[in-house]
């Protein structure tokens, strides 16, 4: 079977991985981004040195739907394409020049939770349990016949580093029988219960500004969420701009007068915030950058460093 991978992230090393290793799969090429657009995904990778190793040809392109990207994919042939770790959406010219068909990766539950920034959604839902899984590309949004699932449990502190880590692991461990049943010329299908879909919309940096007059619980998850491998919760003093990493909600007992967003507590390593429910949170790990000029609603003063 010959092969075209797309992607910029772990999942497509994973997968680039998983293809060279495949003994009845041949890949011929990886598309990944150009190095001056490695901001399009906070976790982007260079696969250029893997892809050398696995003998595959490297493609860099800003658009995989552009005329001069699927002029190399009709020269390559493939029978089909893998698209995982890749935002753009798959043009119809695109899906016609695979041959047998494009198989996807969404690192959610489908039919739950289809479209963008699940990983934070998983979590900002509070939802229990996730699952990889891989599917053939239709003409909907992750809506195609599912390949494989993979299900496990969230913990109580799951974060946003560790949920994608889950993910990256199961995303390995199924990947190559599916290859496997694909290259037998009859996967397993499974038709997804439309009556189940939900739906997940594009986050943005801003939408991690955190609101101090929320309860404790929902800023911690919030800050769960958002952090490594994405850009972070964030609130601002001044004209600093304030991104939390580490946080854990905690009881105040003598502090009902102050206001929420106050910092009431400091010590060496960390430092105590007031929320809107009464409850603290406090923050063991942060990092600050100058931003000239955030806009007026992101001043918070009264603001989280301000006591």
């Not at 890949?27 to 001056?36: E, G, H, I, K, M």
């Not at 890749?86 to 010219?93: A, D, N, R, V």
């Not at 699940?118 to 239709?138: G, H, K, M, N, Q």
């Not at 007031?274 to 790990?285: E, F, M, N, P, S």
Request: charged share 20%; net charge negative.
């Amino acid at each position: 079977m010959r092969a075209i991978l797309i992607g910029a992230v772990e999942s497509t090393r994973i997968a680039l991985r998983c293809l060279a290793a495949a003994p009845r799969w041949d890949l011929a090429a990886v598309f990944t981004l150009p190095l001056d657009l490695a901001s399009r995904h906070s976790d982007f990778i260079d696969l250029a040195a893997e892809t050398e190793k696995a003998g595959s040809r490297i493609v860099r392109v800003k658009n995989i739907n552009s005329e001069a990207a699927l002029a190399v994919i009709h020269d390559i042939a493939p029978d089909y394409i893998f698209v995982i770790g890749w935002s753009q959406i798959c043009g119809e010219q695109f899906m016609a020049s695979a041959k047998r068909g494009v198989v996807g990766y969404h690192p959610a539950p489908l039919p739950r939770l289809r479209g963008r920034a699940v990983i934070p959604w998983t979590i900002l839902l509070d939802e229990p349990i996730s699952a990889s899984s891989l599917f053939l590309i239709d003409a909907g949004v992750d809506s195609g016949p599912l390949l494989a699932q993979r299900y496990f449990h969230l913990a109580p502190d799951e974060t946003a580093a560790t949920l994608y880590a889950k993910h990256m692991a199961k995303l390995e461990e199924m990947l190559p029988g599916v290859l496997d049943d694909i290259a037998s010329g009859a996967p397993a299908l499974s038709v997804q219960d439309e009556r189940c879909a939900t739906y997940a919309a594009r986050r943005r940096p801003e939408d991690a500004l955190i609101d101090w007059a929320q309860p404790a619980s929902l800023i911690w998850r919030c800050v769960r969420a958002c952090g490594d491998p994405y850009p972070g919760a964030w609130t601002s003093l001044g004209g600093d701009r304030i991104t939390i990493e580490a946080a854990v909600p905690v009881p105040l007992g003598h502090h009902a007068a102050a206001m929420s967003g106050q910092v009431v507590e400091r010590t060496g390593e960390s430092f105590t915030v007031k929320c809107g429910d009464g409850q603290g949170l406090r923050v063991t790990q942060w990092r600050t950058a100058r931003e000239a000029p955030l806009p007026n609603h992101a001043i918070l003063g009264r603001d989280a460093a301000a006591a």
